[in-house]
């Protein structure tokens, strides 16, 4: 059996085509494929990075707007035995209308994995939004299962489409993992990322002098704050200097500093650019750093187990890539409590709310009280290993197993793989 999955992939640039590289890595040689967009139409930048000569990757999809069944099939193989599994979310697959249409001509079992689908909207009375309904509603009677990544969207698509209950499964976001790098006390990583920041990354000289001046990752004194990531409007990054500022007013024998690293992924947008000359202006060398470049991928996780408190309050949001490598960092994680990121955040054992002033009483405790943050890496760390990559790569088989055995049983004398509810039990959270 062989699964194939449809997706945006290396060199392309987004959080799905990482997602998409990240479930493979760890699926077994010879079992999997990739469909991808035709590079010379893809709509989003490419990156130098590009699959090794053995990835069995196949650029064929003509375009996010002309996508059909044939290009599909033909980058299939002559295998009958296998499944085709779509990463979807609707900036990506622009015609819902087609993309429904494509799956019905589709003559193999087929999977939808759901990115971008919320549960805490007033859209509907199901949590979804309007459009994610009608979608849904076109969906499911063409695909023999979807699945989601949190138990807030599974409990919302249930509500709203009990009749296709067995076609709705649980399969959680993967999480890295660090394991040298999550034992690694924060003084030995603030260390690391100093060093790389002022010696050897792309940053200009002037970040690098307030780095050295302000020693704001070699000082013990200083509580640091940050994020990183591409610089857009929706992760609310102004609110990261905003909260620095609370907090050392409710700290003034305190240092508190945030730190945010990223780039803008492309300067055309007009919102994104006006959030990043924001952010600029707002950066002030002894206390506020935005730190303007790209973390390469042994780095990123380093900043994330430096910082003190990896804060995250986002605007709209249901996944973060960033996420799951902080929680394989063993970073002490503050968020907003906002469908899936907060799901997972609560259930990894970190601080999370609705309200942005008790996030800060929360931050606040962790400062006061050590010992928190330490319990909070040390959860994170256990919800790594539960969802690691491999583990969600096996139960991807595991799903596919199931749904090709169905299909040869047939109705009658063959029961619909259970949906998956590893994960139904109550959250914790830190405070």
């Not at 999955?5 to 699926?27: H, L, M, N, Q, W």
């Not at 690694?184 to 603030?190: E, G, I, M, P, V």
């Not at 390469?296 to 996780?301: D, F, I, K, S, Y």
Request: aromatic share 8%; net charge negative.
């Amino acid at each position: 059996m062989i699964i194939t999955f449809v997706s945006p992939f290396k060199p392309i640039i987004c959080g799905i085509a990482d997602y998409t590289d990240f479930v493979t890595r760890e699926c077994p040689a010879g079992k999997w494929a990739v469909l991808s967009f035709n590079l010379n139409d893809r709509e989003a930048p490419l990156s130098q990075e590009h699959p090794s000569p053995t990835t069995p990757v196949w650029y064929v999809i003509p375009s996010r707007t002309t996508f059909t069944a044939t290009s599909i099939l033909e980058g299939l193989g002559s295998d009958r035995d296998q499944v085709i599994w779509f990463q979807h979310e609707f900036g990506i697959w622009r015609d819902n209308a087609r993309f429904v249409d494509m799956l019905a001509e589709l003559p193999r079992v087929k999977v939808v994995t759901l990115h971008s689908l919320h549960f805490q909207s007033h859209e509907t009375v199901y949590g979804l939004r309007r459009h994610e309904h009608l979608f849904l509603s076109q969906l499911l009677p063409h695909t023999d299962a979807i699945t989601v990544f949190s138990n807030g969207v599974r409990r919302a698509v249930l509500r709203a489409f009990p009749e296709f209950h067995e076609k709705v499964h649980l399969l959680q976001h993967g999480t890295h993992l660090f394991p040298g790098l999550a034992t690694l006390s924060r003084a030995q990583a603030k260390a690391m990322i100093h060093d790389y920041l002022v010696d050897e990354s792309p940053l200009d000289q002037e970040s690098k002098k307030q780095l050295r001046e302000q020693r704001v990752f070699l000082d013990p004194g200083t509580t640091v704050l940050g994020g990183a990531g591409f610089i857009t409007a929706s992760k609310g990054i102004d609110l990261l200097f905003h909260a620095c500022d609370t907090l050392q007013q409710m700290l003034p024998e305190r240092k508190i500093a945030a730190v945010y690293v990223g780039l803008l992924r492309e300067s055309g947008g007009v919102e994104d650019s006006r959030c990043a000359e924001a952010l600029k202006s707002k950066s002030r060398g002894k206390q506020h750093f935005l730190l303007e470049t790209y973390l390469p991928a042994h780095m990123l996780p380093v900043l994330l187990r430096a910082l003190d408190v990896y804060f995250y309050w986002p605007t709209d949001c249901t996944q973060s890539g960033i996420l799951a490598h902080a929680l394989g960092a063993g970073a002490t994680i503050a968020c907003r409590d906002m469908e899936g990121v907060g799901e997972a955040v609560r259930i990894a054992g970190g601080l999370t709310s609705h309200k942005f002033g008790d996030l800060i009483a929360g931050i606040q405790r962790l400062i006061l009280e050590p010992g928190l943050g330490d319990q909070a890496s040390e959860k994170a760390s256990v919800y790594a290993q539960s969802f690691s990559w491999k583990n969600q790569a096996s139960r991807h088989f595991e799903l596919a197993e199931e749904l090709c055995r169905y299909r040869v049983g047939g109705l009658a004398t063959a029961s619909p793989p259970a949906p998956d509810s590893s994960a139904d039990g109550e959250p914790s959270s830190v405070g």
